[in-house]
Structure formats: structure tokens, C-alpha cells
């Protein structure tokens, strides 16, 4: 058995997505679960579209989910003199050769294959043929170059996703390998890299499966070794529609501002369009020794918004204190939020982690006990009701001196109420509104004990 080998290889021309990203996973679990080595490959031949600022999305969005790789980043910049040397051998072999058909004649080529209405495809006429005589190179006319593309038969493979494929090569017209300026392009130079780089297994989107007979049939003239390839279907959003930036986050690291876990992601990124049995929750470790293409699914997997909060808000509780309190300290620190005046974050965080799904949503909760907090009138008004200003006068003398832990807080409440013949609602929610400017709190003795009995006291005072 060869050593694995898998690539991900992403175009620089924008963020990583997350269609992507699950490609790079898929890719990384496989090359893991067999002790393979991860090759990461930037293809950046398109350098109209190709910017540094989306290389560095790229590798920053591959750092924040953690898929380190094994070689690379390769750079298909960098490598052109390889697919040059490459092109040059291919000519000699007579598994390439040169055509000085102008852009001219190609447009009126397709314009005569279109009226005849048959598929437009390059007719040939360059193309070395035992007894074919061919046309006088014409001054000026700097030639492409053309892979020698198979007349008969078949194109096949097995599919580690899809099942068989075929294509008949007679639909494959003979593609450019390099344009006129000498540049090589895309199909040829994933070929070379594929081939230079050993890779086993070909694990991508299935936008790729009409390049894959191209590629097979190059590599073939090669003599290279060709690789198994995995076709990922596409994602579909919640609404069941192709996946796209009007579905909101689809860049990797947009998951990232909008205050979700990398291990949630990576989670959820797995089962979209992959399974173990009916696993839902499992670790990147766990991840590693399950991972199989046998289990890749070929119908798209949709994206569920809600189950990748489910997801978050799981690993959030899972996350201890500390490192949840570090994080959510930072989203703070970004909006200029001092958590050094107020109570322990770590206990504020801890508090409120069962009610929130995103780091960002946390960090909205346990905001209030860090800035001053001025309720909003119409919900003071709401709540703040002129049989309860008594009681909260009367509780706010009893915390002057009561014991500063949520049990003896709780007590003073029940003390309080029943004193003044109130239903619990009554007394709870005008503190809830005053103490954090919210309708919806954890126990309201919990709040209390948290904010210290000096920051309660000043709140009342300023309320009532």
C-alpha cells in the first residue's frame, strides 16, 4: 500500500468558505486516520484574482480550525518553470503540440458549430495525424499549446463518492495546456502538481467532475499513477438553496467573529454530508479514527443553522471556565469593555453559559456587570409597578447587612414578598430590570450575589 497522500487546494481569489473548509477536513481526517501526510497547495494561477490578502485568509482560516499541514504551502507561481519543463516533454513525446488557430477563428468555429446546433468544441485542424499534412505556421501568431486528447473509447473511474464514471472521449476536444504567452493552465498544472506530489487521494467538490477525465487523461499521458478521487456533493443552505453569501456566514473566519467555537465548527463541518452511525457530538480525535469515504453521502447535505448553534452552545458549556472567560474577556476588550472594575468574569460567564449559544451572545449577557446600566424607560415602567416600590425599598434595607450568597439573598426575597403580600414575579422582575436593564436573567439571587451588594445598593437608590 502506497503512504497517503491528500491536498487541499484551494484558488486565492477570495475567503476560505465553508465548502471549502469541509473539503480541507475531509481531506485532513483521511490523510490522519491513515498516517498520511496533509499537503496544503495554493493555486494562484489566476493572478488577475489572486491577491495575498486571500492567501492570508486561507491559511488564517485553516490555522483557526486547526487543519495543520503536513508540506506546503506550495505555490503554482512558484512552480512554473516545472510545468514549462513538463510542456516541453509532452511536445517531444507527441503528447502535445502546438495550434496558431487565432481567437478569430475559434469565434467563427463555434459561431458555425452553434448554427448547425452541435456541441462547440475545437475542430482539430492543428492537430499531428499519421498522413495529415498540416498548414504553414502563420507569421505572428504566437501558438498555444494542446494536450493530444484520446479519440476513442472511454475516460472511467470509481468514484469514492459517486460510484462509476464515464466519458466518452470523443466529447473531450483537445484542451490548452498553455496559452499563447507560455502561462500553463489550471487542468494542466493540477495534474503536474497531483503527480509531482504523490497525492493517493483526490478529495474535492463535485464542480470539479467534469476536470477530472481532462486530468485522468493527462496524468495517463504522464505515465503517472492516477488517484482515487471523493466528489463532495454541494452544501445547501437552510432555505435548500446552492449555498451562497446571501445565507449570511460562509466565510470560515466570519463563524469565527460571530462568536463560535472552532470544535463546534469542525463538528458540525463533518456531518455535513458525512457519518458515524448516528453521531451527532464527537471529538477532532474521535473524528480521525471514524473517517472514511465509504460513509461520504452523494446527495447534498443542507446546512442547518440551528443545529451548529445547538452544536456551539454545547462545546461552550463543555469549554472550561477559564478559557471560556479568557475569550469572552477579549470579545469585551473589543468593544472597550474594562472587566477588571466588577465581579469575577469567570463567574459571571459561568452563570449565564447555559443560556447563550455563541461566545458573542455571552459576551452581551455578562456585559451589563462590567458598564453602567441605565434600564430603558417603557421597560422600567412595564414592570416597576407602584405596589412593588415599597417591597424593593424594604429589601434594599434588609441587603444592607444579610449574608452576601444567593441562598440568604433568595431567603430575603421570599422574606420580602410575603411581607408585602406579593406574588414572586412581582418583586424579581423590577430587580432584574433595574440591576442589568433585562427582563430575562438567571435566578435573580444568583444576579444579586454577583454583582456585590454595593453595586445593588446604588442601583435601587438610583431607581426608586
Known amino acids: 500500500m502506497k503512504p497517503v497522500r491528500t491536498r487541499f487546494a484551494p484558488s486565492p481569489t477570495g475567503f476560505l468558505h465553508i465548502g471549502g473548509a469541509r473539503t480541507a477536513l475531509f481531506s485532513w481526517a483521511y490523510a490522519r486516520r491513515h498516517g498520511g501526510k496533509f499537503i496544503l497547495r495554493i493555486e494562484d494561477t489566476d493572478v488577475a484574482r489572486s491577491t495575498p490578502e486571500a492567501v492570508q485568509a486561507i491559511l488564517d482560516g485553516m490555522a483557526w480550525l486547526d487543519l495543520t499541514h503536513d508540506e506546503g504551502p506550495f505555490y503554482q507561481m512558484q512552480r512554473m518553470d516545472r510545468y514549462k519543463e513538463v510542456i516541453q516533454q509532452m511536445l517531444a513525446a507527441g503528447t502535445a503540440y502546438y495550434c496558431y488557430t487565432t481567437k478569430e477563428e475559434l469565434d467563427a468555429l463555434r459561431a458555425e458549430q452553434e448554427a448547425q446546433k452541435i456541441k462547440p468544441r475545437y475542430d482539430g485542424r492543428w492537430r499531428p495525424e499519421e498522413g495529415k499534412p498540416l498548414p504553414t505556421p502563420p507569421a505572428g501568431v504566437p501558438p498555444v499549446v494542446r494536450f493530444k486528447n484520446p479519440k476513442g473509447g472511454t475516460v472511467a473511474w470509481d468514484d469514492a463518492v459517486k460510484g462509476r464514471i464515464e466519458f466518452a472521449n470523443e ?99 463533518a456531518r455535513l454530508g458525512w457519518s458515524h452511525g448516528d453521531d451527532e457530538i464527537f471529538s477532532r480525535q474521535q473524528l480521525v479514527e471514524w473517517f472514511d469515504l465509504d460513509h461520504i453521502t452523494a446527495s447534498a447535505a443542507q446546512f442547518n443553522t440551528e443545529k451548529l448553534l445547538w452544536l456551539n452552545q454545547h462545546y461552550m458549556k463543555q469549554t472550561p471556565p477559564a478559557e471560556l472567560a479568557a475569550k469572552v474577556k477579549q470579545r469585551l476588550a473589543a468593544r472597550g469593555v474594562d472587566t477588571s472594575h466588577g465581579p469575577d468574569l469567570e463567574k459571571a460567564v459561568a452563570l449565564y453559559v447555559d443560556r447563550c449559544n455563541t461566545l458573542n451572545v455571552l459576551a452581551d449577557a455578562v456585559e451589563v456587570f462590567y458598564v453602567h446600566v441605565t434600564p430603558h424607560a417603557d421597560l422600567l415602567a412595564q414592570h416597576l409597578s407602584d405596589e412593588a416600590r415599597p417591597a424593593l425599598a424594604d429589601f434594599a434595607a434588609g441587603i444592607a447587612d444579610v449574608a452576601w450568597e444567593a441562598p440568604a439573598i433568595n431567603a430575603l426575597i421570599k422574606e420580602t414578598v410575603t411581607k408585602h403580600g406579593l406574588k414572586m414575579p412581582k418583586l424579581a422582575m423590577p430587580l432584574r430590570v433595574i440591576l442589568t436593564g433585562q427582563a430575562q436573567t438567571p435566578s435573580v439571587d444568583a444576579v444579586i450575589a454577583l454583582i456585590g451588594r454595593e453595586g445593588v445598593l446604588a442601583a435601587l437608590k438610583n431607581n426608586l
Not at 488517484?227 to 456533493?233: C, F, I, K, N, V
Open 171 to 269: 466529447e473531450l476536444d483537445d484542451l490548452i495546456i498553455a496559452r499563447a504567452d507560455g502561462t500553463p493552465t489550471y487542468n494542466f498544472c493540477v495534474c503536474v502538481d497531483d503527480w509531482d506530489m504523490g497525492i493517493t487521494q483526490v478529495i474535492r467538490g463535485d464542480d470539479h467532475v467534469n476536470n477530472t477525465p481532462r486530468q485522468i487523461n493527462i496524468l495517463k499521458a504522464l505515465g503517472a499513477e492516477v488517484p482515487t478521487y471523493a466528489h463532495l456533493s454541494m452544501i445547501l443552505g437552510d432555505d435548500g438553496a446552492k449555498l451562497s453569501k446571501r445565507h449570511g456566514a460562509v466565510s470560515v473566519m466570519q463563524y469565527e467573529e460571530d462568536g463560535f467555537l472552532p470544535e463546534a465548527v469542525i463538528n458540525y463541518l
